[in-house]
C-alpha cells in the first residue's frame, strides 16, 4: 500500500458547506463501494487552521494512489461526478482535470507493525 496526501485551499466561510458535504457523501448507498471500486483502502480529510486560513489535508491509502485519482477523475458514476461538481463549486478545483502541481512526496513515515 502506499499513501498520498494532498492539501487544498478552503476559501473562506467554506469550511461548513464541506463538512456538509462529507455527511452527505458518507449517507449514500454507493460511498462505500464506490471508494473501494478505486482501490481505496483508507481515506480521511483533515481541515486546519492556519494564519493565512483554512486548509484541506486529504490522505489517501491505496496500492497505487496516483493511478486511483485518475480513476476517479474519469469516472461516470453517479458518486464521483456528484462530488467533483461540490468540490469545483465549494473549493475551486477541477478534480476532471490533472494536477498543475507534482504530487507531495512523503518525508517521514513511522508505524509499529
Do not use: C, Y
Request: hydrophobic fraction near 40%.
Amino acid at each position: 500500500m502506499s499513501i498520498l496526501a494532498m492539501t487544498l485551499p478552503i476559501p473562506d466561510g467554506k469550511l461548513a458547506a464541506l463538512e456538509d458535504h462529507i455527511a452527505q457523501a458518507k449517507q449514500r448507498d454507493d460511498f462505500e463501494e464506490t471508494l473501494r471500486s478505486f482501490g481505496l483502502r483508507h481515506e480521511s480529510w483533515h481541515a486546519q487552521s492556519t494564519p493565512m486560513g483554512d486548509i484541506l489535508i486529504m490522505v489517501f491509502e491505496a496500492d497505487d494512489p496516483l493511478t486511483m485519482l485518475a480513476e476517479f477523475s474519469q469516472s461516470q458514476k453517479e458518486l464521483p461526478v456528484w462530488q467533483r461538481g461540490v468540490l469545483k463549486d465549494l473549493l475551486g478545483i477541477d478534480l476532471s482535470e490533472p494536477a498543475p502541481e507534482p504530487p507531495s512526496r512523503m518525508i517521514f513515515n513511522w508505524s509499529d507493525n
